[in-house]
């Protein structure tokens, strides 16, 4: 139990400012991501009392009025006067930048929101936060509206024998532009993965829209995780390693298992928070694992043979691993919390790891067996795909004009501004040849569908010929040899038809680009082109709609009082090189979508569970999403 948690509490830094001009420095964008931020901000509150001990169970809403209401059965935010202020605890957590029980370490030893700025920056952004706080036997409310500057009294409802806080929020459609609809997946994905990282906890999610509701309960957490995405594989080693420990304060807790696949999959977390780009706690982990292997297999090999020196590459390879820690301070290395900095991080998994590690290996003799196998297959792929690729490059020195015969560059050498168009297809690639401003703008018609490098061995992918024109054309290499100062193209764009086997494309490259170019995904240069699905005309009256709702919008306002035509474009190849231009290739009046981290993971699971070995997979798959479908190509 931790010490009192009151409105002694609640420790002021610096009033609420400026959050709705500048919404971007604290959700980092007014986009479908911004948006389901502020959903995150007051899930991880709840999610803090429940790693405080306080909370065990977490409802989530989505309303039909597109609200979220959040619930826990925590301790309620506190209500009593602050005394610098002279304000409720309560309404300094609503109104005030960097308030909270967050900055008391007494009452939050561990905490993943955003220090004290969450409550605040949801109700800045907000039409408005309707807040109710179970505690001390009452019921207590407040609302907050119009972005936080009016508010009601805080006033007792009535008497309660229950504890916790629920809000109820509405985003405010003039700072959500873009949208303001919460995305029933994105919502459960998160509410999954928090299920998971915190053992025990009941989360329950309902989207009253849909009619849809679940709930998640996992016991035996994190281990419970890497069970679930291994389900359907081989698995090399049947017994999970799985180890709960502590060292100076920082709780581990790590859970692994191998498969019989290629790629590994080593997600990483602090505090819950998913840190993308690993760090210090995954150094940790990469030092204690090779270190125990290779130890482990000099053991094996005395007396017989000289035992092979394993790489973290051939180690990880097939691995699906989880990795949570706990830390009362994590730093990180810049803005988005992607990386961790801590030094004792990597100590406190290295040594938590290192122990437990070799004891399940000298236990289990089968399991161990069976990962160093893998492991030495691993080696003698990786020893293969180096000659592949010392084969090409020195095919390439050789050769003067080494660019895909296929691809049609632009005039620029400037990366800065040139743009690379992965084209489904010599037709539309044609279209794009002849539309596309050759100053800056590059074609690589691909012919057929990219190679699942999700399932194939290193050298085999390497030695695909689609494959080789991508990694050619845009000149930095792949993998840990990927060197972005080589980037021929700023912009890395994947147009296809707007049809199921153009959806299948897109996520076959982004299946690639994630696997083996990861680098450029985190940079921000992999975008895809949105060509319109329909054009409307009336004589000489043209206009495109790229969405369902759009069309119907231009048949309301537009061509209402007209005759007129609508075409359904399935393909590329529909339209001629000036409609392409105009549509999906001007930056004047184009969109596109830019890739991050976040979107290619999510693709390549989706990617992994609809193209996969398991049918039953894909059947849960479909059952589960057909209501969400509005046109399927026949």
């Not at 309404?91 to 030893?109: I, N, P």
Request: hydrophobic share 35%.
């Amino acid at each position: 139990m931790t010490e009192h948690y009151g409105a002694g509490s609640i420790k002021v830094l610096k009033g609420l400012e400026a959050v709705r001009k500048r919404p971007g420095m604290y959700i980092g964008s007014t986009s479908k991501t911004g948006l389901h931020h502020l959903v995150w901000e007051i899930l991880d509150n709840s999610i803090d009392e429940a790693m405080a001990g306080e909370a065990n169970t977490i409802s989530v809403v989505i309303t039909k009025e597109g609200e979220v209401i959040v619930e826990d059965n925590g301790r309620g935010i506190p209500v009593g006067i602050q005394e610098d202020s002279g304000k409720s605890a309560l309404e300094l957590v609503f109104t005030q930048l960097h308030a909270g029980g967050k900055f008391d370490s007494d009452s939050y030893k561990i905490s993943g929101g955003l220090h004290g700025v969450g409550a605040s920056v949801v109700n800045a952004l907000s039409l408005y936060v309707d807040v109710l706080v179970m505690r001390e036997g009452n019921v207590y409310h407040q609302i907050f509206s119009e972005g936080g500057t009016k508010q009601s009294p805080l006033e007792i409802l009535e008497t309660t024998d229950k504890r916790g806080t629920i809000v109820r929020f509405k985003p405010d459609p003039e700072i959500f532009q873009e949208t303001v609809t919460f995305d029933y997946e994105t919502i459960r994905n998160k509410v999954k993965q928090l299920s998971y990282l915190n053992k025990g906890i009941k989360i329950h999610l309902t989207d009253q829209r849909i009619d849809k509701a679940v709930e998640y309960h996992f016991p035996n957490g994190i281990l419970d995780y890497v069970k679930e995405k291994n389900e359907t594989k081989t698995k090399i080693n049947p017994s999970v390693y799985y180890i709960d420990g502590k060292h100076d304060d920082i709780e581990v807790e790590v859970a692994l298992q191998y498969n019989a696949e290629y790629q590994e999959n080593l997600i990483t977390f602090v505090n819950n928070i998913n840190t993308h780009e690993g760090g210090s706690h995954e150094d940790g982990l990469r030092q204690a694992l090779t270190r125990v292997i290779n130890r482990y297999s000099e053991k094996v090999a005395k007396g017989t043979k000289s035992p092979s020196k394993y790489s973290w590459d051939d180690i990880k390879e097939g691995m699906v691993c989880i990795v949570s820690i706990r830390h009362t301070d994590p730093q990180y290395e810049g803005q988005t919390k992607t990386k961790l900095a801590n030094p004792d991080a990597k100590k406190a998994v290295d040594a938590v790891v290192g122990d437990s590690f070799e004891e399940f290996l000298l236990k289990s003799p089968e399991d161990a067996k069976s990962i160093l196998d893998k492991n030495a297959n691993a080696q003698k792929a990786r020893i293969a795909a180096q000659r592949a690729r010392e084969e090409t490059r020195r095919k390439s020195a050789l050769d003067t004009f080494s660019l895909p015969g296929k691809l049609a560059d632009c005039e620029s050498k400037d990366s800065t501004i040139a743009e690379l168009y992965l084209v489904e297809g010599d037709s539309a690639g044609g279209s794009a040849k002849t539309g596309r401003n050759r100053k800056f703008q590059a074609i690589l018609p691909l012919r057929g569908k990219v190679l699942n490098v999700e399932r194939v061995a290193e050298a085999r992918a390497f030695a695909n010929n689609e494959i080789k024109s991508i990694v050619t054309a845009i000149g930095t290499g792949i993998k840990e040899d990927l060197d972005l100062s080589k980037l021929r193209y700023g912009k890395i764009v994947i147009m296809t038809d707007a049809d199921v086997d153009g959806a299948h494309i897109r996520t076959l490259l982004l299946t690639f680009f994630y696997r083996y170019m990861k680098d450029l995904v985190k940079n921000g240069n992999i975008f895809i082109a949105q060509p319109p699905l329909y054009k409307i005309e009336s004589g000489k009256k043209v206009a495109y709609a790229y969405s369902d709702a759009e069309l119907e919008e231009l048949k309301t306002n537009e061509f209402n009082s007209s005759r007129y035509t609508i075409q359904r474009y399935k393909g590329l190849g529909e339209m001629d090189p000036m409609q392409l231009w105009e549509t999906t290739m001007d930056p004047e009046t184009r969109t596109m979508l830019r890739i991050d981290l976040e979107d290619a993971a999510v693709a390549n699971e989706v990617f992994s569970d609809l193209m996969g070995e398991d049918p039953e997979l894909r059947k849960n798959y479909i059952q589960e999403n057909a209501e969400f479908v509005e046109n399927i190509d026949f």
